[in-house]
């Protein structure tokens, strides 16, 4: 299974980006699909998780502000981002989970900054 993730970018504070994540390979069906981030000098951390039924979870610090959606014919996972902060700065990757296997892509980094 590869993932290819594409839509980061440099955007000033209060901009929108749009994320997009599509996985490829031998897939059966996809579970829960995801976005993290790692910020510079921290640790990885959970910004957004989409069941296979549509169910979402956020991070507090974007709720409201990023939309986590999918297209299950496309295996594809998006992530809407709008009223960025400086941050929100890091590297993205999608994760999806497969038969209880988690598969990550390689990171877009998103930069926001004036």
């Known amino acids: 299974v590869q993932l290819q993730a594409s839509g980061g970018g440099l955007v000033q504070p209060g901009g929108s980006l749009r994320l997009s994540c599509a996985a490829s390979g031998s897939i059966f069906s996809i579970n829960d699909m995801g976005w993290y981030r790692q910020a510079p000098g921290k640790e990885r951390e959970l910004v957004a998780l989409i069941s296979n039924g549509g169910s979402t979870n956020y991070a507090a610090s974007v709720k409201g502000r990023f939309t986590i959606s999918r297209d299950n014919a496309k295996n594809t996972v998006y992530l809407q981002m709008h009223s960025l902060k400086p941050e929100d700065t890091g590297v993205y990757y999608c994760?999806?989970?497969?038969?209880?296997?988690?598969?990550w892509g390689k990171g877009t980094l998103v930069t926001v900054s004036s």
């Open positions: 994760n999806v989970e497969i038969r209880g296997i988690e598969y």
